[in-house]
């Protein structure tokens, strides 16, 4: 296990706060049950759901909150498919960024249709949460849903303990439930504050629902539950992390 991946931060304050923009990226599509998305919803049927990564800029940093998938292969992960302009690289060349600008990328968490394209980032400072790593390093169980393991343990990651905040502005909140070190990323902007829910929170209408409705794919359905709780605490503006009318609500946020 290299140096950096043991480099473990539980606290932070920073005393300016500093505005940043919101920009998300559309990363490919995957084909999912609509109860995969939303738990015990009863509805079968199958729809498209963005991957999404989303793009900050503020206080002279560029941020990536989530790397998206890899390439498709027809083989892994199906149903899912992306256009050549969605891949991550394409995606910032769009909006004039180039990866090599970025300085900090934050994971939610390292399931492969998130943490798949570190390696696009040769400046960046990797942020993932302690208790996402240690479950990955894990002996058991063997079989770990929705990972490509080569690709998550082959980042070096600054790893956080806890909620903790990454720069003045950008803060992460620890909310496992979709899985085991599930973060959320909190967004100071000029509107007031916004959440980036990540596969804690999946679709507006879960989390515009009440009583909020949970992801239908867990990792521990009571933890899931009770950050929820956590996270409608903040007050914030929520952004969920695959639904499409991210992109259709607000191009950039604010």
Not at 46 to 75: H, N, Q, R
Not at 151 to 170: K, P, Q, R, S
Not at 213 to 234: A, C, H, R, S, T
């Amino acid at each position: 296990m290299s140096e950096a991946c043991l480099r473990i931060k539980r606290s932070s304050t920073f005393k300016e706060m500093n505005t940043y923009t919101i920009r998300p990226l559309r990363l490919g599509t995957i084909r999912r049950k609509m109860e995969n998305m939303s738990y015990n919803c009863g509805i079968t049927d199958i729809f498209d759901f963005p991957l999404i990564s989303y793009f900050l800029e503020g206080a002279g940093y560029k941020i990536i909150v989530d790397t998206g998938g890899t390439p498709p292969d027809g083989v892994r992960w199906q149903p899912y498919f992306r256009t050549e302009n969605e891949s991550l690289g394409k995606a910032l060349q769009g909006i004039g960024v180039s990866t090599e600008e970025v300085d900090i990328v934050i994971l939610t968490h390292l399931h492969w249709d998130h943490a798949s394209n570190n390696y696009l980032f040769p400046k960046a400072r990797f942020i993932a949460q302690k208790k996402e790593y240690d479950y990955l390093i894990r002996p058991e169980p063997k079989v770990k849903v929705g990972y490509d393991l080569d690709l998550a343990l082959g980042t070096e990651y600054e790893l956080v303990d806890g909620d903790y905040d990454i720069t003045a502005g950008v803060s992460v909140v620890l909310a496992p439930g979709h899985s085991a070190g599930m973060q959320c990323v909190v967004v100071e902007t000029k509107a007031g504050k916004y959440v980036l829910g990540g596969d804690l929170i999946t679709l507006f209408k879960n989390w515009e629902a009440s009583p909020h409705i949970p992801n239908g794919v867990y990792y521990d359905m009571n933890m899931m539950l009770e950050n929820l709780e956590k996270i409608d605490k903040l007050h914030g503006i929520v952004l969920p992390g695959h639904d499409q009318e991210v992109f259709e609500r607000q191009s950039i946020y604010p």
